[in-house]
């Protein structure tokens, strides 16, 4: 089992900026790749981004368009998700979400690749 805890959410005005982290406790974190999501009331979960347990970061181009970052601590188990130039658009509940498989390298963009999730953390951007 893999226990996620995000923090880091709460309201921000259009332009701003937070960072998101996940907290991560029981099995040994450093072999799982993770992923960020998000869900906006009324749409489906959205994919991100993901880092793989090596480091390698995969970004939703389309709706992050090079403003937020991906990255890991694993000496803290901790996966963080840097946002910035925040706008309206980007209000959603964020989830971050462990790999069931360890060593994962492929894929990340599909929820049903993770095994396990944190509750989700709310950001709300106001224009």
């Known amino acids: 089992q893999v226990q996620l805890v995000e923090s880091g959410g709460g309201l921000v005005q259009a332009g701003g900026s937070l960072r998101l982290s996940c907290a991560a406790s029981g099995r040994t974190f450093s072999d799982r790749s993770m992923g960020w999501f998000r869900q906006a009331p009324g749409k489906e979960r959205e994919f991100v981004g993901c880092i793989s347990w090596i480091g390698g970061v995969t970004y939703n181009a389309d709706s992050v368009k090079g403003r937020f970052t991906i990255s890991r601590d694993n000496a803290k188990n901790t996966v963080y998700l840097q946002m910035n130039s925040l706008t309206p658009e980007d209000t959603a509940v964020y989830y971050c979400?462990?790999?069931?498989?360890?060593?994962?390298?492929?894929?990340?963009?599909?929820?049903?690749?993770?095994?396990?999730w944190g509750q989700g953390t709310q950001v709300t951007v106001s224009s």
């Open positions: 979400a462990a790999r069931g498989t360890p060593y994962a390298s492929r894929g990340g963009r599909d929820p049903k690749e993770y095994a396990y």
